[in-house]
């Protein structure tokens, strides 16, 4: 029975499939995920540069999505739509909160210690030992800037 249900789910178009996930239909909320969790995975991926941020993004649009279910409105959007925007303002939120966690690597063999003075190691080591890391940094943004241009959210702004 189950096999024939789920294929039953699987010929529905996704407006009923949302009206019975809304009425607490397991199946029918697991339908909508085998439609569209590779879609939103692709598009996380892309925005964020991200295998790993592009996983997380993906569950975590779900568990949105099953939470906030009774909040969406099929006359407004699709619930493709609908994805593609929770997928991208939690991309977004986690892109800014990842950019203020800098992760600063050290140039030398040995850790500071308590007794290096902040003062003095600056007079002994110039600005230059900060070029490699800039350049990777000015790399990676130029590998990204167009992946993030080429996504639909700006193709319009064109």
């Known amino acids: 029975m189950g096999a024939a249900r789920s294929e039953l789910l699987h010929d529905l178009p996704d407006d009923d ?17 085998r439609r569209y969790h590779a879609v939103v995975y692709r598009f996380a991926r892309m925005m964020s540069g991200s295998l790993a941020i592009g996983e997380d993004i993906t569950q975590e649009t779900f ?35 990842d950019r203020r966690l800098v992760r600063l690597e050290i140039t030398e063999d040995r850790e500071p210690t308590v007794n290096d003075d902040p003062d003095r190691c600056r007079h002994q080591r110039p600005a230059q030992h900060l070029a490699p890391t800039m350049n990777r940094f000015g790399a990676r943004l130029a590998d990204l800037l167009p992946r993030c241009l080429a996504l639909p959210c700006f193709s319009a702004a064109r």
């Open 63 to 97: 568990t949105v999505l099953l939470r906030d279910l009774h909040r969406y409105k099929p006359q407004r959007s699709s619930i493709s739509t609908y994805l593609y925007g929770v997928a991208r303002n939690l991309t977004r939120s986690r892109l800014r909160r």
């Open 17 to 33: 499939l949302v009206r019975r996930a809304q009425a607490g239909e397991r199946e029918a909320f697991a339908e909508i995920y």
